[in-house]
C-alpha cells in the first residue's frame, strides 16, 4: 500500500524526520488560506498523487505571491498528470500540498528499501538528489552507497558514518545532522513495517540543516494489520477499481491490454498462463489468481470484472486443483454464466482433483460458448483462436 | 534417496489443531507422512488425528525425536513460530502459511540461520519425496516416484510440472515448493547442490518468475557446478513493469528482475529454458534422452 507524500510527511514529523512546513488542500480557497497560515514569502504548490515524477509533468510549481499561489493551485487542482510512474491516461489531481519554500544549498538522495540478497534493510543514497534514481544507477553507479542495517542490532553510529562520509559531508555540524536524519528515518521504516521510503530530494539548507522535500512511503500489506493507523491512510482514489474491488473477494486482479482474459489458480501458473498465451500469438487481457478458496460467486466476480474490458475476445480458465476440487470449479463455472453474461467464448482446462467428473459435469450442463482445452497447451490454443474468431 | 526428506522422517504440526493444520496433516498423513504429533499452546495433553498434543516446540521435540515442523500458524504469529522451532532444535521448518510480514522473516530466518535450522517458505507448497514423504499442502496423487527434482517459486506450477513429467513417463525423486515472498529460506542455491548430490536425482526442473535475483544466482551456480540437465522455465514475461503479480516478491522493479535476463542467464549456464510451462515435460524428455 502507497501513501500521498503529504501523509508520508506526516509520519516523518511524528519521528521528528525534518520537513518544510505544509498543509494539504482541497480547494483553491483553502489553498490561499494555507498559504497566508503559513506565511511565505515564497510556497510549493504540489499535485498529490501516488506516482513520481510529479514535477515534470508540471504538477509541482513555485509561487511568489499569493496570487500565484491561487493561480497555480487553480491550474493544477482538477488537472490529469501524465507521468513515467502513471499510465498514459495519467491520474486526477484532487488533492494539494501546499508547502514553504525551501532555502536550497545541496540536493541528495536518500531511501530505506529491503536489500533482498542481504535480507535486510538497506540505506540508498547519493548526491545526485532531484535526479531519476534508476538512471543514476544505470549510468553513473558509483555514486550510489548502500548501507545495509541488520534490524538485530539497529542503526548504529557507523552506519551513519559510512553514509555521512559516503555522501561526501565534511562539516561536523552537518554530519551529526545527516547521521541523525538517516536515524529516525530508519526507525519510521521499521516501526511502521515499511516497504520502501525515498526522499527525493533531500536537501541541505543554508544552515546546514537537512530537510525531506519530498517523502515517498509504502508498506508491506501482510503487516497492515498491526498498524491500523496507516491503513486508515490509504487513498482508494489512487488505486484501480477494478483491483481493489477483485481483491474484495480474495481475487489478485491486474489489468494488461490485449484480448484474451484470463482466470487461473495460483500466481505462478497465472503468469505462466499468460506466457503461454502470448508465446502462442495471442495477447492477454488480464493476470487473475482465483486463489484457493475458489468458490461459484468468486468465479462470477471473476467473470464479470474480466468482462469490463471491452477488449476482450475469449476467455481462458485455467485451473490445476490441488486441494481446490476442479469438480467444485465446474459448478462454479455453470453458476457463474447463470450470474454473468458471458458473452465471449470461454475456454476451460481443469486438471488434477477430479478432473474427470469436471469435463463431465460442463459436458452436461451444455452452455453455448464453452470449450474445453485439454491441457494448458491446447486450452491456450484454442483461446488463441477463438479470440481471433475461429 | 531424495533430499531432505522421506519414510523416515518424523514431522510435528505447529498449528496442528486449526482448521488448515488438521486438514492438510490428515491429507500427509494419509501419503504415509510420519507425523508423529504437533503443538497447540493450551491443548498439550490432547490427542489430534491420533497423535499427541504438545504446548511448546521444545517438548514435543523431546518426546517424540521430530527433526521437521510443518508450520501453518496464522500469519502475525510466524515470525513467533519459526524462533521457536529453532530454539527446540527443529532441523527443518517448512512454513506454508501465507501473508507473514516481511520484518517477521527477516528476524526469523536470522535467528534460524544462527541455531542452523532450515526453513522452506513461507507461503510455498511444501516438500514431497514421491511415494515416501508429503510435507506440505500440494496434491500427493500427481507426484510419482521417479528421477526428476523439481524446484519451483509457484505452487501450481509445481504442480503443472510434475504432472506433464509424470505424463511423458517419468517421475519425481523431491519436489521443493521454496515460494514467492521476498524473503524466503532454501533456495535455488542451496537446493541445486542437493539435488546434484542425490543419486536419484538425473534432471532438474527449475521453475523461478519474476522479481529479485535468485534465478541468476542459480545460472551461475549451475554453470560451475550442476552436471544435471536443468529444464528452467521463468514465469511473467508478460508481467508488466511495477505491478506486484499475485506473489509479495513477484515485481518487476525498474529493469531489475524481469524473465528476459533470467531466461538468458539461465540459457547461458546450459539450461534448457521453455517459454512455456506447456513445454516442461517434452524438455525433460529430450533432457533424459540426452543422458
Redesign the interface.
Known amino acids: 500500500m502507497n501513501i500521498h507524500e503529504y501523509q508520508a510527511k506526516q509520519i516523518f514529523a511524528k519521528y521528528g524526520v525534518p520537513t518544510p512546513k505544509g498543509i494539504m488542500v482541497e480547494s483553491v480557497p483553502a489553498a490561499v488560506k494555507a498559504a497566508e497560515e503559513l506565511g511565505g514569502p515564497v510556497w510549493v504548490v504540489k499535485a498529490q498523487i501516488h506516482a513520481g515524477g510529479r514535477g515534470l509533468g508540471g504538477g509541482v510549481k513555485l509561487a511568489k505571491s499569493l496570487e500565484e499561489v491561487r493561480a497555480l493551485s487553480e491550474e493544477i487542482l482538477g488537472m490529469t498528470l501524465v507521468t513515467h510512474?502513471t499510465d498514459a491516461a495519467g491520474k486526477l489531481v484532487q488533492k494539494l500540498y501546499i508547502e514553504d519554500g525551501a532555502d536550497i544549498k545541496a540536493e541528495y538522495y536518500l531511501s530505506v528499501v529491503?536489500d533482498?540478497?542481504l535480507?535486510?534493510p538497506s540505506i540508498v543514497a547519493s548526491t545526485e538528489g532531484g535526479m531519476n534514481i534508476?538512471d543514476v544507477?544505470?549510468n553513473t553507479p558509483e555514486k550510489i552507497i548502500k548501507v545495509p542495517v541488520?534490524?538485530?542490532i539497529g542503526f548504529q553510529g557507523f552506519h551513519g558514518r559510512e553514509l555521512a562520509f559516503g555522501l561526501g559531508i565534511t562539516d561536523k555540524a552537518e554530519q551529526k545532522n545527516i547521521i541523525n536524519f538517516a536515524k529516525k528515518l530508519f526507525k519510521v521504516y521499521?516501526e511502521n513495517?515499511a516497504?520502501m521510503i525515498e526522499i527525493n530530494p533531500l536537501i541541505r539548507n543554508g544552515n546546514g540543516e537537512f530537510l525531506a522535500l519530498d517523502g515517498k512511503m509504502g508498506f508491506?500489506?501482510?503487516?497492515l494489520?498491526?498498524h491500523p493507523d496507516i491503513e486508515a491512510m490509504r487513498d482508494l482514489s489512487e488505486e484501480d477499481a477494478d483491483e481493489v474491488e477483485a481483491a474484495k473477494y480474495g481475487l489478485?486482479y491486474?489489468a494488461?491490454d490485449g484480448e484474451i482474459g484470463c482466470m487461473?489458480?495460483?500466481?505462478?501458473?497465472?503468469?505462466?498462463t499468460?506466457?503461454?498465451?502470448?508465446?502462442?500469438g495471442g495477447t492477454?487481457a488480464n493476470?487473475l489468481?482465483v486463489g484457493g478458496s475458489a468458490n461459484a460467486e468468486t468465479v462470477a466476480k471473476g467473470f464479470e470484472i474480466i468482462l469490463r474490458n471491452p477488449n476482450v475476445k475469449a476467455i481462458f480458465v485455467n485451473i490445476?486443483?490441488?486441494?481446490v476440487r476442479c469438480d467444485r470449479i465446474a459448478n462454479g463455472i455453470i453458476e457463474a454464466t447463470k450470474l454473468t453474461d458471458v458473452n465471449v467464448p470461454v475456454i476451460v482446462r481443469l486438471?488434477?482433483?477430479n478432473a474427470p467428473e469436471a469435463s463431465e459435469i460442463l459436458k452436461k450442463a451444455n452452455i453455448a460458448n464453452l470449450i474445453v482445452g485439454d491441457?494448458?497447451?491446447d486450452g491456450?490454443a484454442k483461446a488463441v483462436a477463438a479470440a481471433k474468431g475461429n | 534417496m531424495s533430499i531432505l526428506v522421506n519414510k523416515d522422517t518424523k514431522v510435528i504440526v505447529q498449528g496442528f489443531t486449526g482448521k488448515e493444520g488438521s486438514f492438510h496433516a490428515e491429507q500427509c498423513l494419509a501419503y504415509g507422512t510420519k507425523i508423529v504429533g504437533g503443538v497447540t499452546p493450551n491443548k498439550g495433553g490432547q490427542t489430534h488425528l491420533d497423535k499427541p498434543v504438545f504446548n511448546t516446540v521444545a517438548e514435543a521435540v523431546k518426546t517424540t525425536g521430530a527433526t521437521v515442523s510443518m508450520i501453518f500458524v496464522p500469519p502475525a504469529f510466524v515470525g513467533d513460530a519459526v524462533m521457536e522451532a529453532a530454539e527446540a532444535g527443529i532441523e527443518l521448518a517448512v512454513i506454508i502459511t501465507e501473508g507473514a510480514p516481511v520484518k517477521d522473516m527477516q528476524m526469523a530466518k536470522a535467528h534460524a540461520t544462527k541455531h542452523g535450522m532450515k526453513t522452506l517458505g513461507p507461503n510455498c507448497p511444501g516438500i514431497i519425496t514421491a511415494e515416501e514423504c508429503k510435507i506440505g499442502i500440494m496434491p500427493g496423487m500427481i507426484f510419482k516416484k521417479g528421477n526428476v527434482g523439481l524446484i519451483s517459486k509457484s505452487g501450481t506450477l509445481t504442480y503443472e510440472g510434475a504432472n506433464q513429467v509424470c505424463k511423458e513417463g517419468f517421475g519425481i525423486s523431491t519436489a521443493v515448493g521454496i515460494g514467492g515472498d521476498p524473503i524466503i529460506g532454501l533456495s535455488y542455491l542451496q537446493l541445486l547442490p542437493m539435488f546434484e548430490a542425490d543419486p536419484e536425482t538425473e534432471c532438474i526442473v527449475l521453475i523461478g518468475e519474476i522479481g529479485g535475483d535468485l534465478e541468476i544466482q542459480a545460472a551461475a551456480y549451475i554453470k560451475d557446478h550442476i552436471t544435471k540437465p536443468v529444464v528452467a522455465f521463468i514465469a511473467g514475461q508478460t508481467a508488466p513493469k511495477g505491478k506486484t503479480m499475485g506473489h509479495a516478491g513477484a515485481i518487476v522493479s525498474g529493469s531489475a528482475g524481469t524473465a528476459a535476463e533470467k531466461m538468458a542467464a539461465l540459457e547461458a549456464a546450459g539450461a534448457t529454458v521453455v517459454v512455456s510451462p506447456a513445454e516442461i515435460g517434452q524438455a525433460v524428455t529430450k533432457a533424459m534422452a540426452k543422458k
Do not use: W, Y
Open positions: 510512474q529491503l533482498r540478497k535480507e535486510m534508476e544507477a544505470e541488520d534490524p538485530a521499521t513495517d516497504e508491506d500489506n501482510s503487516a494489520g498491526r489478485s491486474v494488461l487461473v489458480n495460483g500466481a505462478g501458473l497465472a503468469m505462466g499468460m506466457d503461454t498465451i502470448n508465446h502462442m492477454p493476470f489468481d490445476f486443483g490441488g486441494i486438471d488434477g482433483t491441457d494448458l497447451a491456450a
